[in-house]
């Protein structure tokens, strides 16, 4: 039965359509994340493997851990490409020849503006061009520093006295020095992460949104019903059917890409603590590059699952496919039409929609806390939890929904 239900899907031309449609925008999204480019010492760029393999030895030259005699190490040699005569010449070439000498330090760098910043929300490109060797010595204070400033001032109305004291014990607890290496793979890979999983979200709810419906819009509902096993076993085979097609899909899609993206960048640095990157600055999460990975898959998976879920349930209970597929997507809106106000409250109702889901990676740098049992935790764990229980919740509502429809 069940395996009738899923060829029922994919016998659909719109379904074979879909399903091709997107693996082509997962094509098109691994060309953009890809595009990695590297400057020789001529001043040209180049792309392609042959980029990646260059940008990773000049990276690789400054892998171990930041401590500060690298960080002094890491400003000295800025200094030095930045007031050379290429960098200061008129001439593109020459200054393209400047940045050249500069990649294989461009990610600590990054971090160096990060750390040095005038404010924990600002951020200044050429902030890292001022700085000195014996400043080395503050910057993982800074980084604590930074976010203790904020709470005392701009965020000080956003977040209650446990909330903070949270926060900072976050910051103050995370083991230093980082590790630094080569990790182009992983950054590129959770840059586009987002893009894959919503638009597998929307081709899914296409897919599974007439499982239901479909018996009413082809008026063979009075015969699925009055079979021996119309209402109960039929009805478990179209909710396994949904569920085989959203996992079956899903994962291939994400495992492809992930598969494409490090074959071609590199895995390196999957052992990374995540702060070690521009990215992952700000976190207070303490996780790896590869924990990171793990959670914006079973963060994606769960999200697909619940709206694909939420999509059939209204699918049984209207009768629908439009309706089916309008409700999701109705639901991922709704951040938009809220988004604008300010207050810590709307921005903890926001932090629990499964939207959140769909883009783990991001919820990751979001400060939404929210207290159970007294004990202060981040987002991305309730969220995780909530819409786990909310989908295992859907699968009986689903059955009865459609078992008593008429």
């Known amino acids: 039965m069940m395996r009738y239900e899923v060829k029922k899907v994919f016998s659909r031309t719109s379904s074979k359509i879909a399903v091709l449609v997107l693996f082509l925008v997962m094509g098109v999204t691994c060309c953009f994340a890809l595009d990695i480019s590297y400057v020789d010492e001529e001043g040209n760029t180049q792309r392609g493997l042959d980029a990646v393999s260059k940008l990773k030895s000049a990276q690789k030259e400054w892998a171990g851990e930041l401590d500060e ?11 030095r490409i930045r007031n050379s005569p290429e960098a200061l010449a008129q001439d593109i070439t020459q ?37 000195t060797e014996e400043m080395a010595a503050d910057f993982y204070k800074n980084r604590t520093a930074l976010l203790k400033e904020w709470l005392e001032g701009e965020a000080k109305d956003q977040f209650s006295d446990k909330e903070k004291q949270y926060l900072i014990e976050r910051y103050e607890s995370l083991k230093t020095p980082f590790y630094y290496d080569y990790m182009a793979g992983w950054v590129q890979l959770f840059e586009f992460a987002p893009t894959i999983v919503m638009i597998s979200m929307l081709i899914l ?49 994400f495992f492809v890409y992930t598969g494409i993206m490090l074959l071609y960048l590199g895995a390196d640095g999957w052992n990374l603590q995540v702060q070690s990157s521009m990215a992952g600055w700000k976190y207070f999460y303490h996780i790896t590059n590869l924990k990171k990975y793990l959670v914006i898959g079973a963060g994606g998976y769960i999200g697909c699952l619940f709206l694909s879920f939420l999509s059939m349930f209204v699918s049984a209970r209207t009768k629908s496919t439009v309706m089916a597929m309008i409700a999701p997507v109705m639901v991922l809106f709704l951040p938009s039409f809220v988004g604008n106000i300010k207050s810590p409250v709307v921005n903890k109702i926001l932090g629990l929609l499964p939207d959140q889901l769909l883009q783990a990676g991001n919820a990751l740098n979001f400060f939404n806390l929210y207290s159970i049992g007294g004990k202060i935790v981040g987002e991305i764990p309730v969220i995780i939890v909530l819409y786990a229980v909310l989908t295992a919740a859907l699968l009986p509502a689903l059955y009865r929904t459609y078992q008593k429809a008429v």
Do not use: P
Not at 69 to 79: H, L, P, R, T
Not at 219 to 248: H, M, P, Q
């Open 95 to 131: 200054n393209e020849i400047a940045y050249s000498r500069g990649q294989g330090i461009k990610e600590i760098r990054e971090l160096l503006n990060c750390a040095y910043a005038k404010g924990f929300r600002e951020y200044d490109y050429y902030r890292a061009d001022s700085l």
């Open 69 to 79: 005699k690298k960080i002094s190490q890491v400003i000295a040699e800025n200094w």
């Open 205 to 253: 709810c296409y897919l599974v949104s007439g499982v239901f419906s479909n018996e009413f819009a082809w008026k063979s509902d009075a015969v699925f019903f009055s079979s021996e096993y119309g209402r109960n076993r039929a009805v478990l085979a179209k909710i396994k059917a949904g569920l085989c097609i959203v996992t079956a899909v899903y994962f291939a899609i």
